[in-house]
């Protein structure tokens, strides 16, 4: 569903959409041509982008499950295995990614790490 533009539009775009948007939420409203603009997607800023979701798949799909319980019970192991000594290492390259931005003012950075 695509509001009533169908031009591949999500819902929230639509301007009746924002509109009630901002009657309901006035100066609060954080997004697309809002009070405050949403920050660019970064993966670099991301820490279920850069870290999580590439190492789930990888642990889940080390062999193709046979079966969609399989692939659930793997999905669901593989998350129990992550360490508080990894969610440790992810926070500090995290606040190191953070810092970047920060010193590129919020603009592109490359990240070689």
Request: with cysteine; net charge neutral; glycine share 6%.
């Amino acid at each position: 569903m695509y509001g009533s533009k169908h031009d591949g539009s999500p819902p929230h775009k639509v301007s009746s959409i924002q509109q009630c948007i901002r009657d309901t939420f006035q100066q609060q409203v954080f997004g697309y041509g809002g009070c405050v603009e949403w920050p660019p997607r970064s993966p670099d800023l991301n820490p279920l982008d850069f870290f999580l979701w590439g190492y789930i798949k990888q642990r889940v799909y080390a062999t193709p499950p046979p079966t969609l319980q399989e692939l659930r019970n793997r999905s669901t192991d593989t998350c129990a295995s992550v360490s508080p000594a990894m969610l440790y290492n992810v926070q500090r390259e995290v606040q190191s990614r953070v810092q970047m931005c920060i010193v590129a003012e919020g603009h592109h950075f490359e990240h070689d790490r």
